[in-house]
């Protein structure tokens, strides 16, 4: 993460209350980047987000706070490793043609 836990670890809660563009990952398979402000206080980061191959969980367990509050706000997400299905009807588009069509469908993912 950004900060590091040993950093937050050694944070005072008014710095916890409003980290810049925090970020939480895990190599190899992407990370979350929260722009602006973050209160992370009293977080449990390991029950809030979950990584897998190809994907990324926030609140799993269906205790996610208002929208705003806590790590269900605005965030960019970057997955390793996730290419579109090449298919024998998509082997024959070119590489942007893909690309392209692979992007809108992640843009149209709801959550």
Known sequence: SKPSIKKMNQ??????????????GCKGVGWVKFPGFTDVRDLDLDEIVQFATKEINMYPNDNSPEVGYG????????LE???????????????????????????????
């Open 81 to 111: 490793k996730c290419w579109p299905m090449d298919s024998r009807k998509s082997a024959k588009r070119s590489k942007e043609s893909r690309l392209k069509r692979f992007k809108k469908k992640l843009a149209a993912i709801e959550g």
């Open 11 to 24: 944070m005072t809660a008014r710095d916890l209350s409003e980290v810049k563009d925090f970020i939480i």
């Open 71 to 78: 790590l269900n706000k605005h965030a960019i997400v970057c």
